[in-house]
Structure formats: structure tokens, C-alpha cells
């Protein structure tokens, strides 16, 4: 395989040599390759970094990988979606049995997840669409993370509203989410989408706040954003806060993490509810449905892990002040009986 020089001078940003091994009971059962510690190496290939939500997700992936015992490399493309193309190639030439892909293009990486199958290498894929029957995908259910929340902003604001909504178009999980924004939006005619804006530039949360501003200025009587990504809803929070529109906006979203919990529990906070799954938990997910296809065992085509409705009376009602209290009160966020074998080890298993 022939290394471009593009690819050399730009890896140094990106590859994160990560071990997981050590630290771990084998069950006498564990089924071959995981029955000799070390011998398995895999790679996680990133195009999405920033924010507390991928933090999150590499530490569930760090967590099941090393309870697998498995090797992991991690390969950080930064949003770059040619590089991390790249990287897929990188992860061949490194020998690794499997990779996960996490989020990305699917013209830039359609065509690299095919020269990972086509060497032979297990492919999982998170938030992408790389348009392989050989591949699973694994999802949050990103069109119930959508309806979650959209339900309750019609509990909380009746059927007819001025919206503002964030969209990216291209991105696979905002892609499904918007799908379900446009049947809410055909199912209740009282909504009225008065802007549509965002971007995915870094900081993302910072980029959205600039485009937010300039939207409720134009649109004061905007009552409703629905900003489906967490650094989506935190842009458009400080945008809100600072037009002095807390009382009269409520923000709906996705996903979540403990500054997330910290922005919606504020007195007078706009940010009312998100629908989200535990994204350490969806990084073991990925981490399990890809040592089932390396055990021979099918995941299935599509492996889903189920979100759960968290409104901001919920944190306050409980005093749920961080992710980890998020998971004790609420047992369901803390663990997904999804892609879990009996011979699986549990990374949260006490």
C-alpha cells in the first residue's frame, strides 16, 4: 500500500497509539480470537472529535476494548473527511483485524470502508452511511432522538409555533433526525420553520451562536429552536441568553453530557429537554458489535441503542447535576442490552 505524503505529513495530528490492554478478568469461555489476550487490534477511525459527547463515546470504546482486551488505536481525522479516508488506509497497513468508522461523508468514505472488507478487516460504522450491506450501523435511533423531543415541545408549546431550526445537511444522524423534523412539521401545519441555519465549523457551539444571533434578531418571535446536537443547542443557548429571550425561547435538542445538564438546570434556563442515549454506552456498543462479527457472530444490519426523554424538570425533580448521576437515577441510560452476548464482558459490570 502505497502511504502518500499528504497522508504522512498530516497523521502526526491525528493517530493516537492507544493501548487497552491490561486490567481485565478472560472468561474461560471467551470465544477465539479473544481467548489469547493482545492478539486481537483494532482501530477507531474518527471524523467527529470536539465536544463532551465524543469524549464520552471514546471512553466507552476505551472501556469495552479493554475489558475485550483488545489492542485499540485511535485515528483523529478532525473533520477532515479526505484525511480520515486516509486513515482507513493507514488502519489496513497498521494490520488491525477491525474498524470502526465514526461519523464522516458517505462519498469520502464509501469507498475506503470497501478497501477495509476487500482486505479482509471486520467494519462497523457509527453515525455514517457507507453504503455496505457487509457493514453494521450503529445508531442512538436518531429518529426518535428527534421525536422524543419534538413530542415534548408539543406537550410544553401546544401545535402552532414560530420554530428556528439548526440543520446540517450531509451529516447521516442529522440527516435522520431532520427526516423526522419534516414529518412533524407536515403532522402539525401550526409549525412554522421561520429559519433554518448551522454549521459544523469548529468551535461548533461558538460557529452556531454567530449564525443564532443574527436569527432571533430577525425573528424575536421565534418561541421554538430545535437544535438537534448538543453544540447546536449550546450555541443557540448563549445567542438567547445574551438577546434576553430566555423566558419567551425553550430549546429542544439531542444528546447530552454533564455541562449540558449544568446549562439546562440554570434558573430561567431556555434549554427545556433533549432525547439522548449514553454516548459512553453507544461507544461500547460499537466496540461489541465488531468483536461479534471478529467471533463470527452477526450484530445484525442495523444495531440500534434506544434514547431516553430528559427534561430539564427531570434533573431538577432528581438533582441530577452530572452524567454519572444521570446513569444512577436513571438505570436505562446507564447500560443498553444491545449487541451483549452471554460471553460478552460488561466494562460496567461492578
Known amino acids: ?3 502518500t505524503r499528504r497522508l504522512l505529513g498530516k497523521l502526526t495530528l491525528g493517530l493516537i497509539g492507544a493501548s487497552a490492554l491490561g486490567g481485565v478478568a478472560f472468561a474461560a469461555d471467551m470465544p477465539a480470537p479473544f481467548d489469547k489476550p493482545g492478539d486481537v487490534k483494532i482501530a477507531l477511525v474518527r471524523y467527529l472529535s470536539t465536544g463532551d459527547f465524543f469524549q464520552s463515546y471514546l471512553a466507552g470504546v476505551e472501556a469495552q476494548a479493554k475489558a475485550l482486551g483488545v489492542d485499540l488505536r485511535v485515528l483523529d481525522s478532525r473533520q477532515d473527511a479526505a484525511l480520515q479516508a486516509d486513515m482507513v488506509d493507514q488502519a489496513i497497513a ?12 458517505t462519498e469520502s468514505m464509501k469507498e475506503a470502508a470497501q478497501r477495509a472488507v476487500d482486505a479482509g478487516i471486520k467494519v462497523v460504522a457509527f453515525d455514517v452511511n457507507v453504503e455496505n450491506d457487509k457493514i453494521p450501523q450503529i445508531e442512538q435511533s436518531d429518529r426518535d432522538l428527534a421525536r422524543l423531543a419534538l413530542e415534548q415541545a408539543i406537550k410544553d408549546n401546544g401545535e402552532s409555533w414560530k420554530a428556528g431550526y439548526v440543520y446540517v445537511a450531509g451529516i447521516a444522524p442529522l440527516d435522520r433526525r431532520d427526516e423526522t423534523w ?3 412539521k407536515k403532522k402539525y401545519p401550526g409549525i412554522n420553520e421561520a429559519a433554518m441555519f448551522g454549521t459544523m465549523d469548529n468551535p461548533i457551539a461558538n460557529s452556531v451562536a454567530n449564525q443564532a444571533r443574527s436569527v432571533v434578531s430577525a425573528n424575536p418571535d421565534i418561541t421554538v429552536m430545535f437544535a438537534p446536537y448538543d453544540e447546536f443547542a449550546k450555541g443557540v443557548k448563549i445567542a438567547v441568553d445574551e438577546a434576553g429571550l430566555s423566558s419567551s425561547v425553550k ?5 447530552i453530557s454533564t455541562s449540558d445538564i449544568a446549562a439546562m438546570r440554570e434558573p430561567g434556563s431556555a434549554w427545556a429537554a433533549t432525547a439522548a442515549t449514553n454516548p459512553a454506552v453507544v461507544g461500547q456498543v460499537s466496540v461489541r458489535a465488531l468483536a461479534m462479527l471478529l467471533a463470527g ?19 431538577i425533580d432528581n438533582d441530577i447535576k452530572s452524567m454519572e448521576e444521570l446513569g444512577a437515577k436513571l438505570p436505562q441510560f446507564a447500560h443498553a442490552d444491545v449487541a451483549m452476548p452471554a460471553w460478552m464482558p460488561n466494562p460496567n459490570a461492578k
Open 182 to 184: 419534516k414529518e412533524f
Open 251 to 255: 430549546i429542544y435538542s439531542a444528546d
Open 297 to 315: 457472530e452477526d450484530p445484525g444490519k442495523s444495531v440500534i441503542v434506544p434514547p431516553t426523554l430528559i427534561t430539564q424538570k427531570d434533573l
Open 94 to 105: 497498521l494490520g488491525v483485524q477491525g474498524i470502526i468508522i465514526q461519523h464522516g461523508l
Open 1 to 3: 500500500m502505497t502511504i
